[in-house]
């Protein structure tokens, strides 16, 4: 008698995700819009920590993202080293409208992430999208920070756009390298 298998469980992997930024720039509105679908107009002060969960299914792999989301008004500069320390993957989001302003605190983060990260998958995030009719003047930005605009994802907590792309596209991220390294 030939002996049935069902399908193999798909492999588990637990990750913590972080997402970096000036405050403002809808670090918390990314969270809400990937998570519970909603958006809000109203500036979220995040006390502490807060951690989110969201489980993304790919071919034989889930991957849960535990999405680490902090304080609105600390200076994200000082983000403590335990908020950084052991993340998988970091979403460094800057506003699109404020692109002057909201890049460099990433690029700071970003630096202070991989000394303790060194392995994280990296995401930039070009959130409020919304608000963009042009992007040449953001493309220029971006180029002469020395950062690819085709790394970047275009996003919008308000109409949605982007929003599960870039976390899905983190996702994989995520599971490739755990594949590498085992
Ligand atoms: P955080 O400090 O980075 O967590 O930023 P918040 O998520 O609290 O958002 C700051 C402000 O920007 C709030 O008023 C949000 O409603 C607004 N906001 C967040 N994302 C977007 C977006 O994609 N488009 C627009 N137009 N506003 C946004
Ligand atoms: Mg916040």
Redesign the pocket.
């Known amino acids: 008698m030939a002996v049935v298998t069902g399908p193999q469980a798909p492999a588990l992997i637990r990750s913590k995700v972080v997402?970096l930024?000036?405050?403002?720039?809808?670090?918390?509105?990314?969270i809400?819009r990937f998570v519970h679908q909603t958006?809000?107009?109203?500036?979220?002060t995040?006390l502490g920590v807060k951690v989110d969960r969201k489980t993304v299914s790919l071919p034989g792999v889930n991957v849960v993202m535990l999405l680490w989301?902090m304080h609105?008004e600390t200076v994200d500069l000082e983000v403590p080293a335990a908020y950084l320390r052991g993340s998988a993957a970091v979403l460094l989001?800057a506003d699109a409208s404020r692109l002057d302003q909201t890049l460099a605190p990433c690029q700071i983060l970003l630096e202070r992430l991989l000394s303790m990260s060194p392995n994280a998958a990296v995401q930039w995030v070009m959130?409020?999208?919304?608000?963009i009719q042009d992007w040449e003047p953001a493309a220029a930005i971006l180029d002469a920070a020395g950062i690819d605009i085709g790394a970047t994802v275009k996003?919008?907590?308000?109409?949605g756009r982007g929003v599960e792309d870039v976390f899905s596209s983190v996702a994989s991220s995520i599971a490739g390298r755990a594949t590498a390294g085992s």
């Open positions: 997402l930024g000036a405050p403002g720039v809808g670090k918390t509105s990314l809400r958006f809000s107009e109203e500036h979220l995040t989301d609105g989001v959130n409020k999208a919304d608000l996003t919008s907590a308000l109409d």
